[in-house]
């Protein structure tokens, strides 16, 4: 592979960005290639906005991706894919967890909830692809697995074997959390 693959992440504070961008990354460098990656998470933990990029390739001099040049995006909350939009290269695949999260903003009452978020997707990118990470999560009994079932749909779109993907995992998550996080890798490579 020649190309230089970049993927952005994105999300809110709690929702597993940073694991996940962590394991595709290791993914890539144990597949051989060279990988970087950067993450932005101010007040993740107050429910924030959350980005991580994943650049593989031969070589890789830097850890950002300029706006435009994400083939995939992944987003683990909806408004955030929109709020994230401008990183999306032309015709990048889009894979969002189908969750709306309500900010404090809007909770609180600072600010009305913006209507229309589902038609916004389908609009701004015709390569959508839906995904019910926090259903399948909670189906499996625990929604903090969701991101995960989002790595298991990421992998389908990298040729990457699944054994590196499952490796990386054993090596990354805690033995405990292990299981329960390989069933939700393998439920989302079966979306």
Same mark, same amino acid.
């Given at each position: 592979?020649?190309e ?6 994105v #999300? ?7 694991l996940?961008s ?9 597949? #051989?290639?060279d990988?970087k ?10 429910g #924030?906005?959350v ?7 031969k070589k ?6 300029p706006?435009? +040049? ?5 987003s ?15 015709? +990048?695949?889009?894979?969002?967890n ?5 900010s404090?903003?809007?909770?609180s009452?600072?600010?009305p ?12 990118f015709p390569?959508?692809v ?12 625990n +929604? ?8 298991g ?5 990298? +040729? ?7 490796q990386?995992?054993?090596?990354r998550?805690? #033995?405990?959390?292990?299981?329960l996080n390989?069933k ?6 079966a979306v």
């Amino acid at each position: 592979m020649d190309e230089t693959v970049n993927i952005s992440m994105v #999300g809110v504070g709690g929702q597993g960005i940073l694991l996940t961008s962590d394991i595709t990354a290791k993914v890539a460098m144990a597949a #051989g290639f060279d990988a970087k990656k950067s993450e932005v998470h101010g007040m993740a933990q107050r429910g #924030g906005s959350v980005i991580s990029q994943v650049r593989f390739g031969k070589k890789i001099y830097s850890p950002i991706i300029p706006d435009g +040049a994400s083939q995939i995006l992944v987003s683990f909350e909806k408004m955030e894919t929109l709020r994230w939009k401008h990183l999306a290269a032309p015709g +990048a695949k889009v894979l969002v967890n189908m969750v709306d999260l309500v900010s404090i903003t809007v909770s609180s009452g600072q600010q009305p909830a913006f209507e229309g978020t589902d038609a916004a997707l389908e609009s701004n990118f015709p390569g959508l692809v839906k995904v019910e990470a926090q259903k399948i999560a909670l189906e499996l009994g625990n +929604a903090r697995c969701m991101n995960m079932v989002m790595a298991g749909v990421i992998s389908k779109y990298l +040729a990457f074997e699944e054994a590196v993907w499952l490796q990386v995992m054993k090596e990354r998550i805690p #033995g405990k959390l292990l299981e329960l996080n390989l069933k939700a890798f393998a439920a989302g490579r079966a979306v």
